[in-house]
């Protein structure tokens, strides 16, 4: 491997590693209907604005989200809103893997 494709797939692991944490995931899946504020999010996740705005710099700064500030408010959108695109796909890994296991107790 070259150093340009080792630099591409450290990038693309850093993008999947920031997708990776259960929060994380959900707000970008959240953010795939539209932008939100932190005050959004914060409504539907059980921790405190400092928790929820480094989850969304750690997305940041992975080139998943980008923010805009409007007055006091923070609204944050997916960067590229097909990053959520392999979603399907990893439900079927998930699906395929179940499957295997009740073949096992079968």
Same mark, same amino acid.
């Given at each position: ?18 997708? $990776? @944490?259960?929060?994380? &995931?959900?707000?970008?899946? +959240?953010?795939?209907? $539209?932008?939100? #504020?932190? #005050?959004? &999010?914060?409504?539907? /996740? ?8 480094? @989850? ?6 992975? $080139? ?6 409007? $007055? ?9 809103? #097909? ?5 399907? #796909? /990893? ?6 893997? /179940?499957?295997? +296991?009740?073949?096992? /107790?079968?």
């Amino acid at each position: 491997m070259n150093e340009k494709q080792k630099a591409l797939i450290e990038a693309k692991a850093n993008v999947l590693k920031a997708l $990776g @944490h259960p929060t994380r &995931l959900w707000m970008a899946e +959240q953010l795939a209907d $539209g932008e939100k #504020c932190v #005050c959004e &999010l914060a409504e539907f /996740i059980d921790a405190d604005f400092s928790t929820i705005s480094k @989850h969304l710099s750690v997305l940041k700064q992975a $080139g998943v989200v980008e923010d805009e500030k409007r $007055g006091k408010m923070v609204y944050y959108r997916l960067r590229v809103p #097909c990053i959520l695109d392999y979603m399907p #796909c /990893i439900e079927k890994v998930i699906r395929a893997k /179940i499957d295997d +296991q009740l073949q096992l /107790i079968r």
